[in-house]
């Protein structure tokens, strides 16, 4: 498994009026530590989207669990949960500066072409990709 760790400073406009990180951050900050997943096992997205391949959000989910604040430093853990050949699932954790667990989440996704949005193998298109993918996958 590889585990991918991105740190992140909590923006004043993260927060809401009481300081507490608004619940859509969260997602972005999933979006941060997944694409630098990908550029620590050698892949690039926009490299991927010029060869008119993109890979959507199918599902996601976030359990928030302990509020992060503004001032903060947290850190967002990223891994390949699941790998199917068509499907990925990053699993997250986010983490204050004292180590409390702040949300739990998970996106999967699946690649397609970008002029007909229909799904593809990343198996046969993607082959680098997927061999990758194959040994740091979770399960």
């Not at 198996?123 to 740091?136: A, C, G, Q, S």
Request: glycine residues 6%.
């Amino acid at each position: 498994m590889h585990l991918t760790e991105t740190k992140i400073e909590v923006r004043y406009a993260e927060t809401d009026q009481m300081g507490v990180v608004h619940h859509s951050n969260y997602v972005v900050w999933f979006e941060l530590g997944r694409t630098q997943l990908i550029r620590e096992i050698g892949f690039n997205y926009a490299e991927m989207e010029k060869e008119g391949i993109l890979s959507p959000v199918t599902d996601i989910q976030v359990s928030y669990k302990y509020p992060a604040t503004y001032g903060e430093a947290v850190s967002v853990k990223t891994w390949v949960e699941n790998y199917d050949g068509i499907r990925v699932t990053y699993q997250y954790e986010v983490l204050n500066q004292e180590g409390k667990l702040c949300a739990t989440g998970s996106s999967t996704h699946v690649c397609v072409k970008k002029e007909t949005f229909r799904p593809i193998s990343m198996r046969k298109n993607l082959p680098k990709w997927h061999e990758v993918y194959e040994t740091i996958k979770q399960k």
